[in-house]
């Protein structure tokens, strides 16, 4: 492959990375060309990216961007796939979807500017929450004492009218 051909690749690997706030690293090295293509048709019912990469030109790729991802480093071995995604648990859960199959492999993510390192994450990459998650339950339970309050004063007002009209007809 040709130095710009590499060049290129570097630049869009780097400019997928910044386009989504979280990235899993995964090795889907044991699928067949057959699996493979259902697992990009997943992915793309689950608005998730999928990328195969050199782990070379990923290397390159992190170190051309602004942070420091030398955390993921250590997973750049064997194959490597990137499942891109701005949902921080979709990926997670498409890959705990197929783990009695145990491909596509996790080994490692960035998420929410997080590193997880390891399959061991993948229960807790699964129950993350989106901000816009966390922001709805935090308005739920801002709402609830409110919603109380309103509610006993109703109830409150059909009791006292229901015990007057009770007295009223005796």
Known sequence: MKKEDKNKIVEQIATTIKEYDNFYLTDISTLNAEKTSILRRECHKED????????????KAFDSLDENFDELDSLLVGHTALMFSNVANAPAKLIDKYKKDKVPALK???????????????????????????????????????????????????????????????
């Open 48 to 59: 998730i990216k999928l990328m195969v990469v050199k782990n070379t030109l990923l290397r």
């Open 108 to 170: 490692g993510a960035y998420v929410q500017e997080s590193f997880f390192v390891g399959a061991e994450y993948l229960p807790q990459l699964v129950t993350i929450k989106s901000k816009d998650e966390v922001i709805g339950e935090i308005i739920g339970l801002l709402q609830s004492p409110a919603k109380n309050v309103i509610s006993a004063l109703k109830s409150g007002g059909t009791i006292i009218h229901g015990v007057l009209q009770t007295l009223s007809e005796k």
